[in-house]
């Protein structure tokens, strides 16, 4: 299914439903000719996961790699690179699998077992041959990691594994070690790639807390956003340094917050709030010479009581959405001239491809069971379809599965 809009330019629809045969299938990258997703299912008694590949072309799946997971508690992570899938099969135990699977042949690259001292954490994928991953204590390392704890007053252990080598190194910077997977960040720049590591305090709610108290807690409670060219970070890492080279790009004190928004090819987003003032707006900092500009305001007007700002993560697009009764109003405040009304049935904005096209998610739940709906509305004819499933976007191509 395809939908025109104006100027020729076309936003793909495509439907995995039929494909995606139950709930454990998962979405892993969707690409311009390729989508990749991995699917378990249950087969003479065995739980098997299978690696496949969607061609949008000739709209034909092939299976690119399938195993036997011995262990019924399996949790698989996907980490996808331009040549390969990386992924980490764990229980939640010191033991995980680490596995390179060639996205052409389907060949495994590599395949590593290890057993970590503490119990899996998380993990994040730095590149195809790099992964951090976070362990935490159980009751055989309970003294190790006390010691551990008492030396150097972190909470979990942190060690860069390498596939190539087949080796790992404990790391020791508290900016790493005290992060969670989902603040480190990487991206390519031109050949080469950089590390991005988000230092936030708290959440939002407890970042105002400290601001409302900041007569006893002081000035200092930051946030802070660092960043490194990746290959410095692995051979300081690799060397055991104390600190990494990674140079402080964004902060904040007690009085505001910096919070990471997204990235497109040129440019990453983060949205930055001054308590005081209650003002906040966006900050882009180009890619390449780190520029640093407001891009855009993130505040409400006087009469517009009721609304609130989404950010597309994947390209830095951003939208006001305001409730105005009958209806909501979208409209774009970065990267977009949408200006559209939409009914409040379609449930909450997600994002908008061309400017046309709003892609919105509603969730019906109860005690027992939920259903989760997306919506496709054209603000031009003011069509509207509904789909009872799950939704990614990628440029101008939406998928339902």
């Known amino acids: 299914m395809s939908k025109k809009a104006t100027g020729g330019v076309t936003m793909k629809v495509v439907d995995l439903r039929n494909i995606f045969a139950n709930c454990n299938d998962q979405l892993i990258e969707i690409s311009d000719n390729r989508i990749y997703y991995a699917e378990e299912k249950n087969e003479e008694g065995h ?3 299978f690696l496949l590949e969607y061609n949008r072309i000739t709209k034909r799946e092939r299976i690119l790699a399938n195993y036997i997971l011995d262990r019924p508690a ?3 992570h996907f980490f996808s690179f331009p040549d390969i899938i990386f992924m980490v099969l764990e229980d939640g135990s010191s033991h995980i699998e680490l596995l390179s699977i060639d996205k052409i042949t389907g060949e495994e690259r590599s395949a590593v077992m290890l057993n970590l001292v503490g119990n899996f954490s998380e993990c994040a994928a730095l590149d195809e041959n790099h992964v951090i991953l976070f362990t935490e204590e159980d009751e055989t390392h309970a003294e190790l990691f006390s010691e551990y704890r008492r030396l150097t007053g972190f909470a979990r252990v942190a060690l860069l594994f390498d596939l190539e080598e087949e080796s790992y190194y404990y790391l020791r910077d508290p900016r790493i070690c005290n992060a969670s997977a989902n603040d480190l960040v990487t991206y390519s720049l031109e050949d080469d790639r950089q590390l991005l590591v988000l230092q936030p305090h708290g959440d939002e709610k407890e970042k105002w807390n400290c601001y409302r108290n900041r007569r006893w807690l002081g000035d200092h409670v930051n946030d802070h956003v660092w960043l490194c060219p990746l290959f410095d970070f692995i051979v300081s890492a690799k060397s055991g340094e104390k600190r990494v080279p990674l140079e402080l790009i964004l902060s904040a004190g007690t009085d505001g917050l910096v919070r990471y928004a997204g990235m497109n090819e040129e440019e990453i987003y983060f949205r930055v709030k001054h308590f005081p003032s209650n003002d906040q707006r966006l900050c882009a900092v180009n890619k390449r010479t780190g520029k640093r500009q407001i891009v855009a305001q993130l505040n409400l007007r006087s009469n517009e009581l009721d609304g609130y700002f989404s950010i597309d993560t994947e390209d830095g697009r951003a939208y006001k959405i305001v409730d105005q009764g009958d209806c ?3 409209t774009g405040v970065l990267h977009s001239n949408l200006h559209a009304p939409y009914s409040k ?15 919105a998610k509603y969730v019906l739940a109860d005690e027992t069971d939920s259903f989760e709906f997306h919506s496709i509305y054209d603000c031009l004819t003011g069509e509207q379809q509904s789909y009872e499933c799950s939704c990614a976007v990628r440029g ?4 339902l599965y």
């Open 47 to 49: 739980n098997s996961l």
């Open 74 to 76: 399996f949790v698989p």
């Open 328 to 330: 909501f109003v979208a």
């Open 396 to 399: 101008g191509t939406v998928v």
């Open 345 to 359: 049935e379609l449930g909450d904005f997600i994002t908008c491809v061309e400017d046309r096209f709003i892609i």
